[in-house]
Each structure stands twice: as structure tokens, then as C-alpha cells.
């Protein structure tokens, strides 16, 4: 099993930058694929971007390629969202995730593939 604990969010003018990250507990953390999910008020969770177990691959969704970046560090079971040229469409609340592989493929994009959620870290960004 894993926990997850997100850390870094805050308040951000746009075009400011945050850095998110998220501790997980447990041995097995390089077995899990890891990704940031978002929640706007009145909105569905959405995928964000996700990171594969080693950390060499990964991918983003359109409206945040080429300002957000993912990445982990295995030794030290945290992974991070370093998120560059904020806009207001960024508020959310941003939840850390976790897919075992197997099931989940290297890179899973659904929701359902998700086995452990942290409890998020509102990310506001005044306009």
C-alpha cells in the first residue's frame, strides 16, 4: 500500500510558478506509475500528466504541455509538478496518484487505473 501526501500549493499571480510535491510512504513506490489529477469548483477530476515507474517517459495533456513539467525521484519516494506560466484556468485542487504496473500500463491516462489518491493541495491563480 502507499499514502500519498501532496505539499507545495498555494496562491500564484498568472504567469507565476509553483512547485507541487507529493510523498509517498512504502517500499514499493518505483512499482507504481505516478500522476497529478485536477478538480475545479463545480468540475469533474481531470488528468493532468503522469510519469512511468523509471521516470523516462511521460505525458501531459494539451493545455498544460510546455508549462508544466513531471518528475519523481525513486530514492527519496516523491514525485513532483513543477508548473510554470500559470493561468487561472490552473485553479484546482491537485491530487497525487498512484497506478500499480501491472495492471495499469506504463503510461495510464484513466482515472480507474489509480489505486491511491492523496488528499490535494489547492493551487489558486489570481488573474
Given at each position: 500500500?502507499l499514502?500519498l501526501?501532496?505539499?507545495?500549493g498555494?496562491l500564484?499571480?498568472?504567469?507565476?510558478s509553483?512547485?507541487?510535491s507529493?510523498a509517498?510512504s512504502g517500499?514499493?513506490f518505483?512499482?507504481?506509475a505516478?500522476?497529478?489529477?485536477?478538480?475545479a469548483p463545480?468540475?469533474?477530476?481531470?488528468?493532468?500528466?503522469t510519469?512511468s515507474?523509471?521516470?523516462?517517459?511521460t505525458?501531459y495533456?494539451?493545455?498544460?504541455?510546455?508549462r508544466f513539467t513531471?518528475?519523481?525521484d525513486n530514492?527519496?519516494?516523491?514525485?513532483?509538478?513543477q508548473?510554470n506560466s500559470?493561468?487561472?484556468?490552473d485553479?484546482?485542487?491537485?491530487?497525487?496518484?498512484a497506478?500499480r504496473?501491472?495492471p495499469?500500463?506504463?503510461?495510464?491516462?484513466?482515472?480507474s487505473?489509480?489505486?491511491?489518491?492523496?488528499l490535494?493541495t489547492?493551487v489558486t491563480v489570481?488573474s
Open positions: 500500500q499514502q501526501v501532496e505539499s507545495g498555494g500564484v499571480q498568472a504567469g507565476g509553483l512547485r507541487l507529493c509517498a517500499r514499493t518505483s512499482s507504481y505516478m500522476a497529478w489529477f485536477r478538480q463545480g468540475k469533474e477530476r481531470e488528468f493532468v500528466t510519469i515507474w523509471s521516470g523516462d517517459s505525458f495533456v494539451d493545455s498544460v504541455k510546455g513531471i518528475s519523481r530514492a527519496k519516494n516523491t514525485v513532483y509538478l508548473m500559470l493561468k487561472s484556468e485553479t484546482a485542487v491537485y491530487y497525487c496518484a497506478a504496473i501491472p495499469a500500463p506504463l503510461l495510464p491516462k484513466k482515472i487505473y489509480y489505486d491511491y489518491w492523496g490535494g489547492q489570481s
